[in-house]
């Protein structure tokens, strides 16, 4: 990180600039120039409040000259993360599908659903119990009772289950859980980041309506921080000035994640456009792109769904994405699954 100073700066000002960041570790390098003095910092910088900075009397301009996720970035971890989830893994290569309705809301339901994705060749199961829905007034999901059903759907297929987690207070509800959904809303709930860095389980952080990749990341640096490497980034649309799809699915966000992390990536159409027939060429697109996973909704009667009905597949609609996401996949040298 480069500091420039202002031209006519007090050395008072100067001397206790330096001063705050040899408390936080870093050694200052003083550069007088003819026309402008700057300062290059040496250590880690994460630790730097920006804010701070600027609100120094001497301080013209800052530069950083390396990224501020250390743990999430690929120069410091240049192999891939590979997360062990039950019996398989995810960032190894291999494609993991994860399907299932947007909200668990009956036993027949996410059963019916879970055997049905299976068979089109899923590899993990999704299914909302606790809801974050615009409206206080629409279904919230079956919470407690949620994971009990999902937990039963697992028993009945064996695919590893995937849900959201809404507050810290339910995390006991999540003990067997194998991967924990962060929602788009929740990316920024610190806390709750912070509490998941602190246990071991697989997270699955989606990406803000509207936040940039680098908060993405920083998102994922708080789980790390932490201690909990198994992180795995999911880019689910971000919101544009287009109306016609629900949001835009930054595609390019997938081989430039991947470029600036070793995390796994994971694209999820269905929340990204919002619209059936938009599921299976933006999957595919997301299999070209390098994506290591897709989330995607499939309900067993999108007609009835209590939630995002309009987005969901139906099993049969299902199983023909797959089959293309097969053949691709393939082709690509990728397998499904471990
Ligand atoms: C979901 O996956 O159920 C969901 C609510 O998605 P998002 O957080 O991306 O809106
Ligand atoms: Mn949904």
Do not use: W
């Not at 339901?109 to 060749?121: L, M, R, V, W």
């Not at 799809?245 to 992390?261: E, F, G, H, W």
């Not at 597949?313 to 023909?320: Q, R, S, V």
């Amino acid at each position: 990180m480069i500091i420039i100073l202002k031209k006519d700066s007090q050395k008072e000002s100067v001397n206790r600039l330096v001063k705050i960041l040899e408390n936080k570790g870093i050694s200052a390098n003083f550069i007088e120039g003819a026309s402008q003095s700057i300062i290059g910092l040496v250590g880690d910088t994460s630790v730097i409040d920006m804010d701070n900075l600027f609100a120094q009397d001497c301080v013209e301009e800052v530069r950083r000259v390396q990224e501020p996720y250390k743990k999430a970035n690929r120069k410091f971890h240049p192999d891939d993360t590979v997360i062990k989830v039950r019996d398989t893994v995810m960032g190894n290569g291999s494609l993991q599908i994860i399907a299932g309705p947007c909200s668990v809301e009956s036993e027949e339901q996410i059963i019916t659903t879970a055997i049905a994705c299976k068979e089109a060749g899923a590899t993990m199961l999704r299914g909302g119990a606790f809801k974050p829905r615009t409206s206080p007034y629409s279904f919230q999901g079956l919470e407690g009772e949620g994971i009990k059903l999902l937990l039963k759907a697992r028993q009945e297929t064996g695919l590893p289950i995937v849900t959201e987690i809404m507050s810290i207070a339910d995390l006991d509800l999540f003990a067997d859980v194998d991967v924990i959904q962060v929602g788009a809303r929740n990316m920024q709930n610190f806390k709750l980041l912070k509490a998941l860095g602190e246990c071991d389980k697989p997270v699955l952080l989606k990406r803000g309506l509207a936040n940039t990749l680098e908060e993405l990341l920083m998102s994922a640096e708080y789980i790390m921080a932490g201690g909990n490497m198994n992180v795995a980034l999911c880019e689910r649309g971000i919101r544009t000035f287009e109306t016609m799809t629900r949001n835009t699915l930054d595609i390019s966000a997938v081989p430039l994640l991947k470029q600036k992390s070793h995390l796994p990536v994971c694209v999820d159409p269905s929340h990204a456009t919002g619209i059936v027939s938009l599921i299976e060429p933006m999957s595919l697109a997301a299999v070209v792109s390098g994506a290591d996973a897709l989330e995607i909704e499939v309900h067993n009667d999108p007609k009835s769904a209590l939630s995002d009905g309009g987005q969901q597949l139906t099993p049969a609609k299902f199983a023909e994405v797959m089959t293309k996401v097969k053949d691709l996949a393939k082709y690509m040298g990728r397998t499904l699954g471990k």
